[in-house]
């Protein structure tokens, strides 16, 4: 693993995933094969290769084990899904009461819609969106992700001194701002740390919009430049990912191809 340089005091955000696969990854993690055994290399290869026989990779064919350890790590580990342990040796994995709820939310019969047949690999996940069978919204997913704090032991790795709830603390920004774009995301809410730091995120982010232009770009140009810009900004932005995340939300709007997410409607939270 390659070593952190970059400040751990920053928000972790997955990076890939969905929550259509993640459905069906926690189905097969869920098999007496899985559950609870050994997380060995032979397994993630049968994971792979069972996620494409079910369409659900991007070109419908096995994916690497890398690919599977990237995919399990992010939703169904990020939002405590699927739990591996790795104080025992060898590692072992198992579904977590959250997972076998998740499972009870989806008739497996809804979720293999376009598998592939045999050595045919027409089928992906592009059938499962351009036939409008593609899992988007989960409740028992919602419930977890306004639950999630960071920092957590999972995420030790990744991320430290952040003692919040992600989801929560960004709802309640966008009660106040009524939207977020992915700069203000990236440069300034990934960066708060604590419940207590609300109204100064509020207020950094009211003095961000409030620069001249050529000031707020080049702010912007030079966080790129730094290793959390890299990740937070740059290709395959973070801040991206958590846009999306957050529409899963039934509180968050997004337009296609926007930068921006809104609030829909005023709730109150405790």
Same mark, same amino acid.
């Given at each position: 693993m390659?070593?952190?340089?970059?400040s751990?005091?920053?928000?972790?955000?997955?990076k890939?995933g969905c929550?259509?696969?993640?459905?069906?990854?926690?189905?097969l993690?869920?098999?007496?094969?899985?559950?609870?055994?050994?997380?060995?290399?032979?397994?993630?290869?049968?994971?792979?290769?069972?996620?494409?026989?079910?369409?659900l990779?991007?070109?419908?064919?096995a994916?690497?084990d890398?690919?599977?350890?990237t #995919?399990?790590?992010?939703i169904?580990? %990020?939002?405590? &899904?699927?739990? @591996?342990? !790795?104080?025992?040796?060898?590692?072992? +994995?198992?579904?977590?009461?959250?997972g076998?709820?998740?499972?009870?939310?989806f008739?497996?019969?809804?979720?293999?819609?376009?598998?592939?047949?045999?050595?045919?690999?027409?089928?992906?996940?592009?059938?499962?969106?351009?036939?409008?069978?593609?899992i988007k919204k989960?409740?028992?997913?919602?419930h977890?992700?306004?639950?999630?704090?960071?920092?957590?032991?999972?995420?030790l790795?990744?991320?430290k001194?952040?003692f919040?709830?992600?989801?929560?603390f960004?709802i309640k920004?966008?009660?106040?701002?009524?939207? #977020?774009?992915?700069?203000?995301?990236? %440069?300034?809410? &990934?960066?708060? @740390?604590? !419940?207590?730091s609300?109204?100064?995120? +509020?207020?950094?982010?009211?003095?961000?919009?409030?620069?001249?232009?050529?000031?707020?770009?080049?702010e912007?140009?030079?966080?790129?430049k730094?290793e959390e810009g890299?990740?937070?900004?740059?290709?395959?932005?973070?801040?991206?990912?958590?846009?999306?995340?957050?529409?899963?939300?039934?509180?968050?709007?997004?337009?296609t191809?926007?930068?921006?997410?809104?609030?829909?409607?005023?709730?109150?939270?405790n």
């Amino acid at each position: 693993m390659a070593k952190i340089t970059r400040s751990k005091e920053i928000w972790h955000i997955p990076k890939r995933g969905c929550i259509h696969q993640t459905i069906y990854m926690v189905y097969l993690l869920n098999q007496n094969d899985f559950n609870g055994k050994s997380w060995t290399s032979q397994r993630q290869e049968k994971i792979g290769t069972e996620m494409g026989k079910a369409g659900l990779t991007k070109n419908g064919k096995a994916i690497s084990d890398q690919s599977v350890r990237t #995919l399990l790590a992010n939703i169904p580990q %990020y939002l405590g &899904f699927v739990y @591996k342990d !790795e104080r025992s040796n060898p590692t072992k +994995i198992s579904v977590t009461g959250a997972g076998v709820k998740l499972l009870e939310e989806f008739p497996l019969e809804n979720v293999l819609i376009h598998k592939n047949t045999g050595r045919s690999y027409s089928n992906n996940l592009k059938t499962y969106i351009q036939n409008g069978d593609f899992i988007k919204k989960s409740d028992v997913l919602k419930h977890q992700m306004m639950k999630l704090i960071i920092t957590n032991p999972y995420l030790l790795n990744d991320c430290k001194n952040i003692f919040l709830f992600p989801f929560k603390f960004t709802i309640k920004i966008l009660f106040e701002l009524e939207y #977020l774009d992915k700069e203000e995301i990236a %440069y300034i809410l &990934f960066h708060a @740390k604590t !419940e207590d730091s609300l109204f100064a995120t +509020i207020e950094r982010i009211k003095s961000f919009r409030s620069l001249e232009k050529a000031r707020r770009i080049a702010e912007i140009n030079a966080y790129s430049k730094t290793e959390e810009g890299q990740i937070t900004l740059a290709k395959a932005a973070s801040a991206s990912y958590y846009m999306e995340l957050c529409v899963e939300l039934d509180y968050v709007k997004k337009q296609t191809n926007s930068s921006q997410i809104w609030v829909k409607n005023y709730h109150h939270w405790n």
